[in-house]
Nanobody
Framework: QVQLVESGGGLVQAGGSLRLSCAGSGRQFSNYAMGWFRQAPGKEREFVAAISRNGGRTYYADSVRGRFTISRDNAKKMVYLQMNSLKPEDTAVYYC?????????????????WGQGTQVTVSS
């Protein structure tokens, strides 16, 4: 079992940057693929980025590719989402999620554990 706590959200102007962090707990954190998802008001949750167990493979939604970077530090049980060139349409609650798998998934239904979310607001 793993528990996840996100941090790093906030208010930023368009074009700015934020770095989200996700702190994991549990002895087998490195056995989980990790993902970031987001949900804007009135919209469904959507995939943002994911990373394999050892960090060797990363996946991005088309809407964030080239602007966002996912990374992890298994020794610290941390996952990060560096967000650059932010746009107002990136405004959402961002969630960190963990999936016990070798195959990285982009569907939230595949993920076993979720954090409570952190709000990101991008002003125009």
């Amino acid at each position: 079992q793993v528990q996840l706590v996100e941090s790093g959200g906030g208010l930023v102007q368009a074009g700015g940057s934020l770095r989200l962090s996700c702190a994991g707990s549990g002895r087998q954190f490195s056995n989980y693929a990790m993902g970031w998802f987001r949900q804007a008001p009135g919209k469904e949750r959507e995939f943002v980025a994911a990373i394999s167990r050892n960090g060797g493979r990363t996946y991005y939604a088309d809407s964030v590719r080239g602007r966002f970077t996912i990374s992890r530090d298994n020794a610290k049980k941390m996952v990060y989402l560096q967000m650059n060139s932010l746009k107002p349409e990136d405004t959402a609650v961002y969630y960190c999620a963990a999936d016990w798998t070798l195959v990285v998934a982009t569907s939230g239904r595949e993920y076993d554990y979720w954090g409570q979310g952190t709000q990101v607001t991008v002003s125009s």
